[in-house]
């Protein structure tokens, strides 16, 4: 009889590192040579931004976008038209072509957009509840929805990056260059089944699979990425243990993370999370879902009308250019005016009507009625920071958050920024300081994509060694099904079985051994390592197994300690 200890380096220390993958959502290849470029995507459930560098180039930003023209645009829609057959007819911007037919009710296309958020079965269940015509028949719709669109925006980056190197039908020039793609994880997606999920849609969409070097990684959550973004490029003069709050407020979430410079090195800089990141379904589509109502409730209330105004106007309106420049430029001086006029594209200039509130062809809102539409979001966005300002003083932290930075496209709002700066300056918190700052970060709506790309710069100019993100929270418990000598007073009504070895000895089966618990700080710079001891027969010299891998989303306290335990939620096996 022989017992074979298992070293660091052994089979089961692999199950470990997936572990330490499950919690941060990366691939465990540590740190390889540099590639020859690193993409970044931050799939939005209303916008979508790419962008790329090499070791030797600074960031690049994807602007080139089809059916955008000259304007430069930096994301693209979210956006899918499809034929009555099920085939794609056109995405991003090239959907404002396909607008009018498929936007008209029982016309030949039907238009998809904010499928992203519908992976996640709980919201499209919710969704569905409510009633949502336009969500998803199913998860794997959803998941679908998100595969076509990816695999239009792999080949326009693909595209875009050979001609920009010269690459572009040379050879091999892209299949053979070493290509990393990075992708952020929304903050709300806390299952990794819906991770493992997203990962398998982007291998299909084409995303590190094209070349013998390419990869492609789910890499740090929005709320990371951003606050990374803000520690390395913000104009702030952050002091050592400068304690600051990010706010990533987008199309269709807010994301927020509680952070503290623990490093100025201006090489190296680093921060730690000090509570778990987390997010809220606050964003601007709410916006123009209050917009809509608003707009049709004047339709309601004026039905003589119909005959001379555009089919499907609410939407229409909610879509237009000028729409999204109001809501984008308003709190800014120049745009705080009593009245705002949005042209109704298809109405006759000279066309008014009192009831309806529209004057020569254009609707006219009151900038009361613009406020009802944004302060909802800012309220919601409030309770959450004092959430966590609220989770200092519980935890009895001394910390106090100096300041409030702002991105996404919500949180580049002039008026959300100046609303939040007034409440908090106003109703002070004892865990925020006097004169909290709420500042805008630089490129608001491009902060996630140039966070992913700034934090794996900062790694490989380290050689590895130095993630922006020092220390991470774990979101949920992370464990390893093991086996445990059978103790009468503990493992009641537990699956026994004999030793092979021992006569007389028994082992108590399916029990957890929990090796991240939620709330743990994590290091994400060191690999998590426990050793485990297997029992060989003298005749055996080698043998493989399996690991099962288990998570939960229970508190700490409420964790089982055998996979048999009636808790609810019960943990979930990942591998």
Same mark, same amino acid.
């Given at each position: 009889m022989q017992k074979a200890h298992l070293p660091q380096k052994s089979v089961f220390s692999t199950a470990c590192l997936d572990i330490y993958q499950a919690v941060h959502h990366t691939d465990l290849n540590m740190y390889p040579n540099s590639p020859n470029i690193v993409v970044s995507v931050d799939l939005g459930t209303t916008y979508t931004g790419?962008?790329?560098?090499?070791p030797k180039t600074p960031i690049q930003v994807i602007s080139d976008w089809p059916g955008s023209g000259d304007r430069g645009e930096r994301k693209v829609p979210t956006t899918l038209v499809y034929n009555a057959n099920?085939?794609?007819?056109?995405?991003? @911007?090239?959907?404002?072509?396909? /607008?009018?037919?498929? !936007? $008209?009710?029982?016309?030949?296309?039907?238009r998809r957009e904010f499928f992203k958020i519908f992976m996640d079965a709980d919201t499209l269940a919710d969704a569905q509840q409510q009633g949502l015509t336009s969500a998803p028949q199913s998860v794997y719709e959803a998941q679908q929805f998100v595969t076509d669109f990816l695999q239009q925006v792999y080949v326009h980056v693909r595209e875009s990056i050979e001609t920009q190197i010269g690459r572009r039908g040379v050879g091999n020039g892209w299949t053979d260059l070493a290509v990393e793609f990075l992708f952020s994880v929304p903050t709300t997606w806390t299952s990794q089944s819906i991770v493992n999920s @997203?990962?398998?849609?982007?291998? /299909?969409?084409?995303? !590190? $699979?094209e070349g013998p070097k390419h990869s492609a990684q789910v890499d740090l959550t929005e709320a990371e990425a951003a606050a990374v973004a803000t520690l390395k490029t913000s104009a702030v003069s952050f002091s050592m243990g400068s304690v600051f709050l990010t706010v990533d407020a987008g199309g269709g979430t807010t994301d927020l993370a509680l952070m503290q410079v623990t490093s100025l090195n201006m090489a190296v800089p680093q921060m730690a999370s000090l509570h778990a990141v987390n997010g809220v379904g606050i964003g601007a589509t709410l916006i123009d879902r209050l917009f809509m109502r608003l707009v049709q409730r004047r339709l309601e209330a004026c039905s003589d009308a119909a005959a001379h105004i555009p089919p499907d106007l609410p939407l229409r309106l909610a879509r237009s250019h000028q729409f999204r420049t109001v809501k984008h430029k308003f709190g800014e001086r120049a745009y705080m005016q009593e009245l705002f006029r949005i042209p109704i594209e298809g109405l006759a200039y000279n066309f008014s009507h009192a009831g309806l509130g529209i004057e020569n062809g254009r609707m006219v809102f009151t900038l009361q009625e613009m406020?009802?539409?944004?302060?909802?979001?800012?309220?919601?966005?409030?309770?959450?920071?004092?959430g966590e300002l609220e989770w200092l003083r519980t935890m009895g932290h001394l910390h106090r958050v100096q300041y409030m930075v702002l991105s996404g496209g919500l949180g580049s709002s002039a008026y959300v920024r100046d609303q939040l700066q007034q409440r908090f300056l106003v109703h002070q918190h004892p865990n925020a300081s006097d004169q909290v700052a709420v500042i805008p970060c630089n490129d608001p709506q491009l902060v996630v994509v140039r966070g992913l790309l700034?934090?794996?710069?900062?790694?490989?100019?380290?050689?590895?060694?130095?993630?922006?993100?020092?220390?991470?929270?774990?979101?949920?418990?992370?464990?390893?099904?093991?086996?445990?000598?059978?103790?009468?007073?503990?493992?009641?009504?537990?699956?026994?079985?004999?030793?092979?070895?021992?006569?007389?000895?028994r082992w108590a089966l399916n029990q957890i051994q929990w090796l991240i618990k939620k709330g743990d700080q994590v290091n994400p710079n060191a690999f998590l390592v426990k050793s485990f001891q297997i029992r060989l027969a003298e005749t055996e010299t080698t043998r493989a197994w399996n690991s099962q891998i288990v998570v939960s989303h229970n508190a700490p306290s409420q964790l089982p300690s055998s996979m048999k335990q009636g808790w609810y939620p019960a943990p979930t096996t990942v591998m």
């Open positions: 790419v962008a790329w560098m090499t099920g085939t794609l007819s056109s995405w991003g @911007f090239m959907c404002a072509d396909d /607008e009018l037919e498929a !936007g $008209v009710p029982g016309g030949a296309k039907l @997203f990962k398998k849609v982007i291998r /299909e969409a084409g995303f !590190g $699979v406020q009802s539409l944004f302060d909802p979001q800012i309220e919601g966005i409030v309770n959450r920071i004092m700034l934090d794996r710069q900062q790694r490989w100019e380290s050689g590895g060694a130095t993630s922006v993100l020092s220390t991470r929270i774990a979101r949920a418990s992370y464990g390893v099904i093991v086996q445990q000598i059978y103790v009468p007073a503990m493992h009641y009504n537990e699956d026994v079985r004999p030793d092979p070895f021992e006569p007389g000895k």
